[in-house]
């Protein structure tokens, strides 16, 4: 069985609760109402650095969720967010001269700004695909996460010239939840149980100069934001294994394939495995299985939607590939 540290073990930033935090604070809650089912002491909140489990992470949205009796507080947190926490990139959002720049920015150096999402862009039928993926299974915050974000990138453009009526849609792969606010002004066409979590922006918009343009700012925001980049650790192998084939959706692509974008030769990626006893065929299964555990667990999903999301044409081949992942069957995943 594979034992290797999951994505929701790994460490976050404390950004993301230290901004929920305070706007849980400007709400008139109180700190002792804010922390009090959490592992968190205010005092955590004095430090930037600080790094927080998922768990921790997943704890504190959960209870704040509770405590505004908020479903989509994500919205909420995401404005919040896009205007007064964007920092250096969400100046360098504005300071772009194009907006099919501004969301270049967002592609290259959106990293530094959260792990928690990977982005991603492409040209379709002349529009501009903005692809925002978890880089993890989030479980129950998934919603919360997945509009935060959305929110956070649409107040980010609303600040730019026009921004919000470059965009065509905006989809989700979570739910619809039951009491959804409008996402912004104007109104944003929001579709969810989608395939991908993505913006679409249209073609028409993409090349207009914008009046907040600063060409001047933007070239040294790009030199600290490269800086940045190189100074940031390497992950482990199997992180940016997993970072990969989150990216590839439920296409599983082979290792020369994975090896060639980390940069190694197949015998260097290999060899990487091997010291750590482990195999890609072992990381691959893991992923997928998780996946799958999650879909059968937390979702009213028909078995024949779930095959589909997992990249499976009927449930047969879907049951066969589960039990040699698992070891075991549906039924002891759903009541």
Excluded at 26 to 55: C, N, P
Excluded at 93 to 119: G, M
Excluded at 184 to 189: F, Q, T
């Amino acid at each position: 069985m594979f034992t290797h540290k999951t994505q929701t073990e790994m460490l976050y930033p404390i950004t993301h609760i230290e901004i929920l935090y305070r706007w849980l604070m400007t709400q008139g809650y109180d700190k002792s109402e804010i922390v009090k089912s959490s592992e968190l002491a205010s005092a955590l909140f004095e430090d930037r650095e600080e790094k927080i489990s998922f768990i921790v992470l997943q704890d504190f949205i959960l209870h704040s969720m509770e405590l505004t009796g908020d479903e989509c507080l994500g919205l909420k947190i995401g404005r919040f967010i896009g205007e007064q926490s964007s920092g250096l990139i969400g100046y360098a959002v504005k300071c772009a001269p194009t907006l099919v720049e501004a969301l270049d920015i967002l592609d290259k150096y959106f990293s530094l700004r959260s792990p928690l999402y990977s982005l991603e862009t492409s040209r379709q039928n002349g529009d501009y695909y903005l692809y925002f993926k978890p880089a993890a299974d989030f479980n129950s915050v998934t919603l919360f996460l997945n509009l935060m974000f959305l929110s956070a990138i649409l107040s980010l453009l609303e600040q730019r010239e026009q921004g919000l009526f470059a965009v065509r849609m905006a989809q989700l792969i979570s739910s619809k939840p039951k009491n959804l606010t409008c996402v912004n002004s104007p109104k944003i066409n929001l579709c969810f149980n989608a395939s991908s979590n993505c913006i679409i922006f249209k073609r028409e918009y993409l090349e207009n100069t914008s009046y907040q343009s600063d060409v001047k700012s933007l070239i040294e925001l790009e030199k600290i934001f490269e800086d940045q980049l190189q100074a940031l650790p390497k992950a482990d192998i199997v992180s940016q294994i997993k970072r990969q084939l989150i990216l590839n959706g439920n296409q599983s692509p082979d290792q020369e394939s994975i090896a060639k974008n980390l940069g190694l030769s197949a015998r260097s990626f290999r060899r990487k495995l091997d010291a750590l006893g482990l195999s890609y065929k072992d990381i691959v299964n893991e992923q997928r299985s998780a996946k799958a555990i999650r879909l059968l667990a937390n979702t009213d999903l028909c078995l024949d939607e779930i095959a589909k999301k997992m990249g499976y044409s009927d449930v047969a081949n879907f049951r066969r590939a589960f039990t040699h992942w698992t070891g075991k069957v549906f039924k002891d995943y759903r009541s």
